[in-house]
Antibody, heavy 115, light 108 residues
Framework: EVQLVQSGAEVKKPGESLKISCKGSGYSFSTYWIAWVRQMPGKGLEWMGVIFPADSETRYSPSFQGQVTISADKSISTAYLQWGSLKASDTAMYYC????????WGQGTLVTVSS | EIVLTQSPATLSLSPGERATLSCRASQSVSNRYLAWYQQKPGQAPRLLIYGASSRATGSPDRFSGSGSGTDFTLTISRLEPEDFAVYYCQQYGGSPYTFGQGTKLEIK
């Protein structure tokens, strides 16, 4: 069974850094793209970017380029989304999904940024 | 960047009726790389259709997709109570792989 298990909810202050994770199992992790998708409270889905773990090729949405970093460690089947300096507007649910079209999704990681 | 516009924003129908949801792209979506998702409150999205018309594993056959170029449609032949949710289209033909803004399907 394919599973994507994301790290737990986070509460952070503006300006802090954060790295959340998405661990894949039940398939060959290296050979499928992993995407990150943001959903702000009460809003729609926003595609942030995607990584191919085998060679770490990464593609970002212009809206998120420079704001976040997507990475992966294929040795432990885990993809990451990180921020260097969080803003209140980063408060959202973040999902990881397998493939360019999301065949499988993580359960989501709620990130709350508040002073 | 391809902009996807979904219509209508909200669709009010009754169980047993047919639902037709539209997704229009600002430029042609290559290879019909268009997917549809269903999202219920408090849940992650679920893939229904990929490649414009291929049903995902586990997607009921009352869901069908069609279209090409810039115009795509998701049809639900006979609405079941569990079908009332928000539906999103996504193109993955060219990066960034954008989503539409969603159509909320509500019970009339």
């Amino acid at each position: 069974e394919v599973q994507l298990v994301q790290s737990g909810a986070e509460v952070k202050k503006p300006g802090e850094s954060l790295k959340i994770s998405c661990k894949g199992s039940g398939y060959s992790f290296s050979t499928y793209w992993i995407a990150w998708v943001r959903q702000m409270p009460g809003k729609g889905l926003e595609w942030m970017g995607v990584i191919f773990p085998a060679d770490s090729e990464t593609r970002y949405s212009p809206s998120f380029q420079g704001q976040v970093t997507i990475s992966a460690d294929k040795s432990i089947s885990t993809a990451y989304l990180q921020w260097g300096s969080l803003k209140a507007s980063d408060t959202a649910m973040y999902y990881c999904a397998r493939h360019l079209y999301g065949t499988d999704w993580g359960q989501g990681t709620l990130v709350t940024v508040s002073s | 960047e391809i902009v996807l516009t979904q219509s209508p924003a909200t669709l009010s129908l009754s169980p047993g009726e047919r639902a037709t949801l539209s997704c229009r792209a600002s430029q042609s979506v290559s290879n019909r790389y268009l997917a549809w998702y269903q999202q219920k409150p408090g849940q992650a999205p679920r893939l229904l259709i990929y490649g414009a018309s291929s049903r995902a594993t586990g997607s009921p056959d009352r869901f069908s997709g069609s279209g090409s170029g810039t115009d795509f449609t998701l049809t639900i032949s006979r609405l079941e109570p569990e079908d009332f949710a928000v539906y999103y289209c996504q193109q993955y033909g060219g990066s960034p792989y954008t989503f539409g803004q969603g159509t909320k399907l509500e019970i009339k």
